[in-house]
Nanobody, 123 residues
Framework: VQLQASGGGLVQAGGSLRLSCAAS????????MAWFRQAPGKEREFVAG????????PYADSVKGRFTISRDNAKKMMYLEMNSLKPEDTAVYYC?????????????????WGQGTQVTVSS
């Protein structure tokens, strides 16, 4: 599956953004999906994941209660609604897919990655 992330931008602290990830290829509904992010000088980290059904949605503690992950299997889309953004949320955000229906926080488990979209939160 090929992935295309979009929706990043510059926003003030406390603001909101919605990231989108468009997938191409068959069997999108069979993929576990996730968002990761990488801040300058830091390793890439898990942000949120979603199982094929949408029933399992783990979040990193740092974004829990502020971010919401969702997916639309019919449209082959995944989203990340980000509210109450903080300067520490500044990073390049990547969407990722794995050919297994359930989700994991392990980066190495994901075989397909989007190109990344920059999110910058100013204080």
């Amino acid at each position: 599956v090929q992935l295309q992330a979009s929706g990043g931008g510059l926003v003030q602290a406390g603001g909101s953004l919605r990231l989108s990830c468009a997938a191409s290829g068959r069997s999108f509904s069979n993929y576990g999906m996730a968002w990761f992010r990488q801040a300058p000088g830091k390793e890439r980290e898990f942000v949120a994941g979603i199982s094929w059904s949408g029933l399992s949605t783990p979040y990193a503690d740092s974004v829990k209660g502020r971010f919401t992950i969702s997916r639309d299997n019919a449209k082959k889309m995944m989203y990340l609604e980000m509210n109450s953004l903080k300067p520490e949320d500044t990073a390049v955000y990547y969407c990722a897919a794995r050919t297994v229906t359930w989700v994991t926080r392990e980066e190495a488990a994901f075989g397909s990655w989007g190109q990344g979209t920059q999110v910058t939160v100013s204080s």
